[in-house]
Structures are given as structure tokens and as C-alpha cells.
């Protein structure tokens, strides 16, 4: 059964840095995509960033305008593991970070609905 994992998360001041890491594990699989979703209290799941695998050698990231500029996501070595460098962080920016992946190449890459595993979340908050 395949699972991600997360870590990474953790309690940092506005300005600082955290670096969030997701590793699949439990079988044999092809991702197209790994992603980053996070919720924050009282607010529905949103789309932080993607990582695509497109060809062998193609790889293009998405990010939200939220975090465009202060977040980075990249593959971490293997291939089927990211990991998302987060900067400036801000108090907004307090959340349970969770890392998704999905095996299809149609369909938006912005929507919960589009991915077929999911960590079990990382809790990042940001001081003010």
C-alpha cells in the first residue's frame, strides 16, 4: 500500500525558514506529480505548490501567488520524493501542510479531487 510521509514541520518566527520533505514509500509507482496542499484553521484545503514529472527529463513546478517567490519546491534526490523550502514565512502561512501525489497526467493540478495519496500532515506555525 503506498503512503507518503512528511516531516519537516515545526514552530518558527515571521521571517524565518522551515524545509518540509515527502517520501513515498509501499510499492512500486510512477508518479506524475507530488504537491504540497496546506489547511489552516477554519479554512478549506488550498494548493500551495506542484512538482511535475512531464517526460524523462521534464520537470515544471506551479506555485500559488500566495507563495510565489518565498516558497520552492524541488525533487529531493529520488524521484518520487520533494521537498518544499519555504522562506519569509508569515503568521498566513500557518497551516497543516500535507504532500499529495497522483499517477494521471489530465486534470488540474490545483484540486484535491485530482490526487490519489496523501501524507497525514505536518503542522507549520509561523510567530508573530
Known amino acids: 500500500q503506498i503512503q507518503l510521509h512528511e516531516s519537516g514541520g515545526g514552530l518558527v518566527q515571521t521571517g524565518g525558514s522551515l524545509r518540509l520533505s515527502c517520501a513515498a514509500s509501499?510499492?512500486?509507482?510512477?508518479?506524475?506529480?507530488m504537491s504540497w496542499f496546506r489547511q489552516g484553521p477554519g479554512k478549506e484545503r488550498e494548493f500551495v505548490g506542484a512538482f511535475r514529472w512531464s517526460t524523462v527529463s521534464s520537470r515544471t513546478t506551479f506555485y500559488a501567488d500566495s507563495v510565489k517567490g518565498r516558497f520552492t519546491i524541488s525533487e529531493n534526490g529520488a524521484k518520487n520524493t520533494v521537498s518544499l523550502q519555504m522562506n519569509s514565512l508569515k503568521p498566513e502561512d500557518t497551516a497543516v501542510y500535507y504532500c499529495?501525489?497522483?499517477?494521471?497526467?489530465?486534470?488540474?493540478?490545483?484540486?484535491?479531487?485530482?490526487?490519489?495519496?496523501w501524507g497525514q500532515g505536518t503542522q507549520v506555525t509561523v510567530s508573530s
Open positions: 509501499g510499492g512500486t509507482f510512477s508518479f506524475s506529480a
Open positions: 499529495a501525489a497522483r499517477t494521471a497526467y489530465r486534470g488540474t493540478l490545483y484540486s484535491t479531487e485530482n490526487y490519489d495519496y
